[in-house]
Structures are given as structure tokens and as C-alpha cells.
């Protein structure tokens, strides 16, 4: 009974998709369609695609400091990308102009927080350096509201996966130093969530085989 039971639900488990479609959020794309600007955190930033909706807020350490996302144009004939802007003026415009990637900020340390509509379990990332070229170098990263932050590189060519090892709605991320060369803006991130008919699906596997080993002892 068991056998045929394991049987019937990894046929199942088959036909279910292995991933949810990928989502794929390119910021140098959304500045060529609408410009750069900025947003407050009042009314942030979002962008959806596969189904999986992305809002990005942004704020400083210490203190929690409400800051803003900044979607910057080009320099050096590259668009920049997703970053963060102490100060707006004019309702959207950093000022500085050269305070709009994630930086330190004199002793305040710019922090890019993203928050997804259904858990992720990891991302690929595309990152630019301050001079819009290819960046070469380490980031750090939080999937647990910026208790723990872990340190990753990219390629030379500005790429990164990140596995998180566990489900997450949410990533933060921020600089490893106050130098030049550390800091970034993201050019465009693909994620790929964990789909609900897996969870569906695995909470039916432990319902059925509850039931089976229940059924054996009485």
C-alpha cells in the first residue's frame, strides 16, 4: 500500500513545474522608458514581471534613516541602474548627483532593501561600479531584516548568483567599505521564486503519508 501510495505521488510530483517561471527586473531598460529618477519610501519603487511583484525601499545605518531609491542614467555612455540617493530635490533628483549609488554615505551606510510578493530562494545579479563600468568586487547582503550579513563577489564581468540556502521575501544589500571602488548600482537582477504548487504538493506528501502510517498501526 505504501509502495503504491510513494508511487502515485512522485508521478504526481512529475508533472508539476521543477521552478516557477524565472522573473527578470531590468533597471537600465526602466531608465531608457522612463528616465532617471528617484522615489520615496512613501511611494516606492516597484516593478513586476512573471507574476512576481518587486518594491524597493532604501535607508541608512545607523538610525534607520528613511533614504531613496535612485534609478540613474548614463555616464560614461552606460546607464547606471538601481542605487541609492540621500536627498531629493525637485521631488525626484539626487543631490548631489554623484550621491546615487549605494555608497557610504560620510558615516551613514546606504542600504537597498527589496521586498518580493512571494518567497525567492536565490537571484542573479548584474552589477555596475561608480563610473558605470563593470563591477569587480565584493558586496554584502541580508535576507534577515540586516541582523546577518554575508559578503559575496561578482565576476569581472559585474555577474553573481546568490543561493540563499533558505526561502525569502526579502533581501537588503549594501557596501563593504567607503572607497571608490565599493560602491554599486544594480543593473538587473533574475529570480527565480519557489513555486506554491510545490509547497501544495509537499504538504499533501506529509498529509497522505500521516495517514498511511496511521492506517498500518490501527
Known sequence: ?????????????LVLPAVANAAFYDFQQWVTD????????????????GGLILTATAYEQPGMLDSHVYLDGLFNGVIGGMGVCTTLTGGNQ????SDDNVSIDGTHQETLAWDFSSAINGLTLELGDSVH????????????NGSTWLIDSTDVNGFVTLNFGSSTSKVEFRTVG?????????RNATVV?????????ASGLLGMIGIA???KIV
Open 178 to 186: 567607503a572607497a571608490t571602488t565599493d560602491q554599486f548600482y544594480i
Open 1 to 13: 500500500m505504501k509502495t503504491r501510495l510513494l508511487g502515485a505521488l512522485c508521478a504526481c510530483f
Open 133 to 144: 563600468v563593470d563591477f569587480n568586487n565584493s558586496f554584502q547582503y541580508s535576507i534577515d
Open 34 to 49: 522612463n528616465s532617471e529618477q528617484g522615489f520615496n519610501n512613501a511611494a516606492p519603487f516597484s516593478l513586476a514581471d
Open 213 to 215: 502510517r496511521r492506517k
Open 193 to 201: 521564486p519557489i513555486p506554491p504548487a510545490v509547497w501544495l504538493f
Open 94 to 97: 539626487c543631490t548631489p548627483s
